[in-house]
């Protein structure tokens, strides 16, 4: 069984934030993604490439994404992902959130060594 | 933010409309990425197949992706649905006789509910069909300092009210009234309105034919002859006239023109009476009498609503109110000292029937509660049988890895299927019910009796809200019994029918006592209301009720003033005792237990000292000669009204026996004289009490005045005594009405008796729909005791046929399930006459010399409620003794 195909809460906001960061620099397929996911994070988080669909599809239903089958210059028929104005403003309250739970965390854990 | 909702919008559509599409583009996908990473694999120099099995290795399995996928789009929970709907709609076509019973149980219990529901919203809430913004309206009466209830309100009082309010929108005058319309040679009563020029457009009624009222109308003596009729009379007595607009119609002795015909469907604006015309304020006086009003601030009449603007309260309002007519009362200090307004909403009206019928309905809705609650009991029995049946199927799919999640979620289903059946049934019944209260009042000839019912948001609301909760209800019943499942032991065992056989029996058992003592609680209350209208109806109004008939002439609205009426009085009574067959004849003012109300003032009695803080109000009668001898009365000493009682001689008066007792304590009042509106009068008969306003109330002091030594318009009831019947009668009396005046109306022709009847129509009607709701919940119990007791018997067979193999005879066994059954019911029957106790309390007020713990209520309960049990457990206990032993342990 893989450990992640049912990421708890958490890592499943920050999977959700990944992808979003990930189509902000600019419109990928599925498999692209996970590359890039792979190579962000593959030390820290073990994303398996089976999770990574319904994520996909969870926020093109949240209308922060919207997927696009479009011809790459391989001459594959691949569907791409990009950003929705939605999606932006929703990686910038998610990334806020994401630096103030950090710092507190780490102010916590701080506290906790002096 | 659209763009972002139509875009999901558009992909949820997909997922649902496009399935196969959708989940074809999803494996493409997945395709699409496997093969990336095979050729990165490749890259790499990986040989193809190792290449492929890393790719594969990495997503992990196919099958279960697709699936999330699709959770994700949450297209399952849909798809869920519909599945769990087809199933369970096979399920329900699989027992049609489990379906159809629970399914009538449903709509026996909301459909009660639905239609009271109905009537609660079409008499309290919105009580005038076709009135637009009713929830803002609000009636205005007045108040006057030092008085108890109501006022009217003056036109120029209103006026100022409608200028200087800034929180309502509309003002409007709807006061009932009624009017002699001229039919041929001919005339007939109708009732109608008074009502300001505003009226229509306030209320959004546009007339179908022709127009409303005019501002001009509101103002000038009697300036404006105009009406506009109902399109039940427009129908009825003008034959649909497309041509009405513009003709005259003889109403109260004067030609009005028909400018208007309003629509159907709209009655006015007055609980329990539909009206036939509407006339403007300025012809106020032709129909009330008391000359012309709209220009005097003392002159009160007028009965109206106001609407509130939206978002207004109706405190804010009344404090608004209030602080204008404090205005009038230091600007008009002659005739506003003590006065101001009150607002009311709809369903407190002081003037029409809605308040009367508010005790009603209350018990109707908590009767209704009831019964729906006995109906859910009576459903949740049939589920646990059907639990019991199915549980091998529900054992199956738990074992196959059927979440208890899902399972709830189909059972769940199968109750919204069940509960939406009897909810669609019960609006159907709802429906049926809506005007079928008004049909149980008696109607007056003439006039329609109208009492609203409509199934509105409000009440498809409630009834769906209610069927959500059953749906819940009958959902987690069979989840409850799921959740008990043993797997293991219900798949082993055969004998399955003992597995948990005592747990559901006494789960059964629990909703039999509360079915049981819920309608031992109706049984008691339905017999308590049926012996207090027995008492009701077998009390004596002290007056003959047989052989005496009942009317009245309209003069009032034929324009008569004091002296002419008099003079009719009369000269009427002269042709009437002339009729063949009748025996005495006499004027009153009032009808005893009649819808009119008499006169009463502050007296003073000669040689009774006043305590200083007593100012005796006592009530009276104006009554002609031979009055007493007519209705029945019996005189305990002096002499009846006479001829010669009139203008010339000393004014007298009659006193009742219980006015005799306190004013003289024991002396002859005879000779004695009383003094009642500055106005003095010699005693000269002691006449026995009888009932006066009501047979439920007390005896109170009430006099008579006589009627010839006073000229008034007013006092035109006739009573006669006659052996004829009140057909032949009116044909008489209407013969010689028209012989003096074609323009006077008779009205109905009725017996005392049918008065007394009438009296107590409304607690009739109480019981009766008390008594239907009490049986439905009766024949829901029984059927619930009856279900039961079947149940126990199949599930003992075994049992039975044991006991039937030591030796026991087929009248044991009868007895044995005849005393399961017994038993059951007398603890329902001890734990409902606790509530009862109770219960029964609260409606004390609706009962007339019966105590609510009074024991033949208590007695025929029981007895019903046994002869019931025994009737429900007989079949099971006859098919009980038969039990056939072989067959029975060899199964």
């Known amino acids: 069984m893989e450990p992640m195909t049912k990421p708890s809460d958490l890592v499943q906001g920050t999977l959700d934030m990944l992808i979003l960061k990930i189509l902000?620099?600019?419109?990928?397929?599925?498999?692209?993604?996970?590359?890039?996911?792979?190579?962000?994070?593959?030390?820290?988080?073990?994303?398996?490439?089976?999770?990574?669909?319904?994520?996909?599809?969870?926020?093109?239903?949240?209308?922060?994404?919207?997927?696009?089958?479009?011809?790459?210059?391989?001459?594959?028929?691949?569907?791409?992902?990009?950003?929705?104005?939605?999606?932006?403003?929703?990686?910038?309250?998610?990334?806020?959130?994401?630096d103030r739970l950090s710092t507190a965390i780490s102010n916590v854990v701080k506290l906790k060594e002096a | 933010m659209l763009e972002q909702w139509s875009y999901t919008l558009h992909l949820r559509l997909r997922s649902l409309l496009l399935r196969t599409r959708v989940d074809q583009e999803l494996r493409e996908e997945i395709r699409d990425h496997l093969e990336q990473q095979i050729q990165a694999n490749m890259a790499k120099g990986m040989p193809e197949t190792q290449a492929?099995?890393?790719?594969?290795?990495?997503?992990?399995?196919?099958?279960?992706?697709?699936?999330?996928?699709?959770?994700?789009?949450?297209?399952?929970?849909?798809?869920?649905?519909?599945?769990?709907?087809r199933y369970g709609l096979r399920q329900l076509r699989r027992s049609p006789s489990f379906s159809a019973l629970t399914i009538l149980c449903l709509i026996l219990g909301i459909g009660a509910n639905a239609a009271v529901l109905s009537w609660v919203e079409g008499i309290l809430f919105r009580p005038y069909p076709a009135v637009a913004n009713q929830e803002r309206l609000v009636a205005l009466s007045g108040t006057a300092m030092g008085e108890s209830g109501v006022t009217a309100l003056s036109w120029?009082?209103?006026?100022?009210?409608?200028?200087?309010?800034?929180?309502?929108?509309?003002?409007?005058?709807?006061?009932?009234?009624?009017?002699?319309?001229?039919?041929?040679?001919?005339?007939?009563?109708?009732?109608?309105?008074?009502?300001?020029?505003?009226?229509?457009?306030?209320?959004?009624?546009?007339?179908?034919?022709?127009?409303?009222?005019?501002?001009?109308?509101?103002?000038?003596?009697?300036?404006?002859?105009?009406?506009?009729?109902?399109?039940?009379?427009?129908?009825?007595?003008?034959?649909?006239?497309?041509?009405i607009i513009g003709k005259t119609q003889l109403l109260s002795g004067v030609q009005h023109t028909i400018i208007g015909v309003a629509p159907e469907g709209f009655y006015g604006t007055f609980v329990g009476w539909a009206m036939q015309f509407w006339a403007p304020v300025s012809m106020e006086e032709l129909f009330e009498g008391g000359g012309y009003k709209l220009d005097d601030r003392g002159a009160r009449w007028i009965e109206g609503y106001m609407r509130?603007?939206?978002?207004?309260?109706?405190?804010?309002?009344?404090?608004?109110?209030?602080?204008?007519?404090?205005?009038?009362?230091?600007?008009?200090?002659?005739?506003?000292?003590?006065?101001?307004?009150?607002?009311?909403?709809?369903?407190?009206?002081?003037?029409?029937?809605?308040?009367?019928?508010?005790?009603?309905?209350?018990?109707?809705?908590?009767?209704?509660?009831?019964?729906?609650?006995i109906a859910c009991a009576n459903v949740g029995n049939l589920l646990v049988v059907r639990a019991f049946a199915r549980r091998h199927e529900m054992t199956v799919?738990?074992?196959?890895?059927?979440?208890?999640?899902?399972?709830?979620?189909?059972?769940?289903?199968?109750?919204?299927?069940?509960?939406?059946?009897?909810?669609?049934?019960?609006?159907?019944?709802?429906?049926?019910?809506?005007?079928?209260?008004g049909l149980l009042f008696p109607a007056r000839a003439g006039m329609v009796m109208y009492l609203p019912g409509e199934l509105d948001w409000r009440v498809l609301a409630c009834s769906a809200a209610i069927s959500l909760v059953v749906t819940v209800l009958i959902g987690l019943i069979p989840a409850i019994q799921t959740r008990k499942i043993d797997l293991a032991g219900v798949l082993n065992a055969e004998s399955a029918s003992v597995v948990g056989g005592r747990g559901r029996a006494r789960f059964r058992s629990i909703l039999v006592l509360v079915q049981v003592s819920l309608s031992f609680i109706l049984l008691v209350g339905v017999g308590l209301l049926i012996q207090s209208l027995q008492k009701v109806r077998t009390e004596s109004p002290a007056f003959s009720t047989k052989g005496v008939l009942n009317t009245a002439v309209d003069l009032v609205s034929a324009g008569y003033d004091a002296e002419r009426a008099y003079a009719f009085r009369d000269e009427l009574m002269d042709r009437v005792q002339a009729l063949p067959?009748?025996?005495?004849?006499?004027?009153?003012?009032?009808?005893?237990?009649?819808?009119?109300?008499?006169?009463?003032?502050?007296?003073?009695v000669e040689g009774y000292q006043l305590p200083p803080e007593e100012q005796p109000t006592v009530e009276y009668n104006e009554v002609g000669p031979a009055y007493f001898a007519t209705v029945g009365i019996p005189l305990v000493a002096g002499r009846e009204f006479v001829r010669s009682d009139d203008l010339k001689n000393v004014p007298v008066a009659v006193v009742n026996e219980t006015m005799a007792d306190r004013f003289w304590r024991g002396n002859d009042p005879i000779g004695k004289r009383i003094q009642v509106k500055g106005r003095w009068m010699q005693v000269v008969g002691v006449a026995k009490d009888s009932k006066y306003d009501s047979v439920r109330e007390a005896a109170k002091p009430f006099f008579y005045v006589a009627m010839r030594q006073t000229v008034s318009v007013r006092g035109t009831t006739l009573n006669i005594r006659t052996p004829l019947g009140p057909q032949a009668m009116a044909t008489a009396l209407a013969r010689e009405v028209r012989a003096l005046d074609s323009n006077l109306a008779l009205y109905e022709t009725i017996t005392l008796q049918e008065q007394l009847e009438r009296s107590t129509a409304s607690q009739k009607v109480a019981v009766t729909l008390v008594g239907i709701l009490g049986g439905l919940a009766l024949l829901l119990a029984a059927i619930g005791l009856y279900g039961v007791m079947s149940y126990v018997v199949s599930q003992s067979a075994r049992e039975l046929g044991l006991r039937m193999a030591l030796g026991a005879d087929s009248s044991n066994l009868l007895r044995l399930v005849m005393r399961r059954g017994l038993t059951l019911t007398a603890i329902g029957m001890m734990l409902g006459a606790l509530g009862a106790l109770e219960l029964t309390r609260l409606i004390s007020g609706f009962l007339y010399k019966v105590s609510p713990h009074d024991p033949v209520a208590f007695g025929s309960a029981v007895s019903i409620m046994v002869v019931v049990s025994v009737a429900?457990?007989?079949?099971?206990?006859?098919?009980?003794?038969?039990?056939?032993?072989?067959?029975?342990?060899?199964?």
């Open chain 2, 156 to 243: 120029p009082d209103f006026l100022d009210l409608q200028r200087n309010c800034t929180l309502a929108d509309a003002f409007i005058v709807s006061k009932i009234t009624g009017a002699s319309l001229g039919i041929g040679d001919r005339s007939e009563r109708a009732r109608g309105s008074i009502v300001s020029a505003n009226y229509f457009d306030a209320l959004g009624i546009h007339p179908v034919l022709g127009r409303g009222f005019r501002p001009e109308d509101d103002s000038g003596r009697n300036a404006h002859p105009v009406m506009v009729i109902s399109y039940q009379l427009w129908k009825d007595r003008f034959k649909s006239d497309p041509e």
């Open chain 2, 397 to 437: 799919r738990l074992a196959l890895g059927c979440g208890r999640g899902r399972l709830l979620k189909q059972l769940l289903t199968e109750g919204l299927i069940l509960s939406a059946l009897g909810a669609g049934g019960a609006l159907i019944v709802a429906y049926w019910c809506r005007h079928a209260l």
């Open chain 2, 872 to 891: 429900a457990c007989a079949f099971p206990a006859w098919r009980a003794a038969r039990t056939d032993p072989v067959r029975a342990l060899r199964n």
């Open chain 2, 581 to 604: 067959g009748v025996e005495s004849a006499a004027f009153a003012l009032a009808t005893p237990l009649g819808y009119g109300y008499y006169p009463s003032g502050p007296i003073d």
């Open chain 1, 24 to 98: 902000a620099l600019e419109p990928q397929n599925g498999w692209a993604i996970s590359q890039r996911l792979k190579q962000i994070s593959s030390e820290v988080l073990q994303v398996s490439d089976g999770s990574l669909y319904p994520a996909l599809h969870k926020l093109e239903q949240n209308g922060w994404i919207k997927a696009k089958w479009m011809t790459s210059e391989k001459n594959r028929r691949s569907k791409f992902y990009s950003l929705t104005a939605v999606g932006r403003r929703q990686l910038k309250t998610e990334t806020a959130n994401w």
């Open chain 2, 52 to 85: 492929r099995r890393a790719a594969l290795n990495s997503i992990g399995a196919i099958a279960q992706i697709e699936d999330q996928c699709r959770d994700a789009r949450g297209v399952n929970n849909i798809e869920n649905f519909f599945q769990d709907l």
């Open chain 2, 308 to 373: 509130l603007k939206p978002g207004v309260s109706r405190q804010q309002a009344q404090e608004e109110a209030s602080a204008v007519m404090k205005r009038l009362e230091a600007d008009y200090p002659a005739t506003n000292r003590g006065r101001s307004v009150k607002l009311w909403p709809l369903w407190q009206t002081p003037w029409n029937n809605a308040g009367t019928l508010l005790p009603t309905l209350a018990i109707m809705l908590a009767v209704g509660i009831f019964v729906l609650l």
